[in-house]
């Protein structure tokens, strides 16, 4: 059971490129986020996902997209590379099982660098 | 609007001694409160989480959380704090009727031997 996986650990871009961050999960939670941590701005969400082919827009969305296409993974894509991105981004999963009382599980996290 | 505020950016307690990271909210109707903990380079790992019931929350690694309606706070403690106690905590608070949580900035506990 690895819990939630996330792809690449560590990315330099250059102003302009585009990547995709990908996050999976072997729990099969229904919920996934994806967050930007900032220093002395903690974390901040960027989407979610509620299930499979639904999205949806958190506190900071702009600039990114994202998919998800199977249950178990949930897709982060910089269509334009801006330095404001450089960011550490975490991906997490959630179950509903129960309501709304449940922890998030965190991945390990991407470090990425737009020069 | 809901928040959350951790009034200190970092913590410092020799070990041994007794720890309290300090964290209020602000959220309509009932507060569902976590606290979460970062070591250097890792993702973040849940520590322990206020629903309801019995206002002292007991979690992982001896921790434990002191839930106070009347102060809107839910500060982490630990009667005896461990060098390897030293990492970012943060505290948050799931916004109302969604699955979603507003964290805290972080507080950097340090242990010191």
């Known amino acids: 059971n690895a819990g939630v996986t996330q792809t690449p650990k560590f990315r330099v871009l250059k102003t302009g490129q585009s990547m995709t961050l990908l996050c999976a999960q072997d729990?099969?939670?229904?919920?996934m986020y994806w967050y930007r941590q900032d220093p002395g701005m903690g974390l901040r969400l960027i989407h979610y996902?509620?299930?499979?082919?639904?999205?949806a827009k958190g506190e900071v969305p702009d600039g990114y997209n994202v998919s998800r296409l199977k249950k178990q993974n949930f897709l982060l894509g910089l269509e334009s590379a801006a330095p404001s991105q450089t960011s550490v981004y975490f991906c997490?999963?959630?179950?509903?099982?129960?309501?709304?009382?449940?922890?998030?599980?965190f991945g390990p996290g991407t470090r990425l660098t737009v020069l | 609007a809901q928040s959350v505020a951790q009034p200190e950016d970092q913590v410092n307690v020799a070990e041994g001694n007794p720890l309290t990271v300090k964290c209020t909210y602000s959220?309509?109707?009932?507060?569902?409160l976590f606290w979460y903990v970062q070591y250097p380079n890792r993702g973040l790992q849940f520590l322990l989480k206020y629903i309801t019931g019995d206002n002292l929350v007991k979690g992982s690694y001896g921790f434990e959380a002191e839930f106070n309606k009347s102060q809107t706070s839910f500060h982490l403690k630990k009667p005896s704090a461990l060098v390897s106690d030293s990492a970012l905590y943060f505290c948050a608070v799931r916004q109302p009727y969604t699955d979603k949580l507003i964290f805290g900035t972080g507080t950097r506990l340090q242990v010191f031997p």
């Open positions: 996902s509620v299930g499979e082919g639904t999205t």
């Open positions: 959220v309509s109707g009932n507060p569902y």
């Open positions: 997490a999963s959630s179950s509903t099982s129960g309501g709304f009382y449940n922890e998030q599980f």
């Open positions: 729990m099969n939670h229904e919920y």
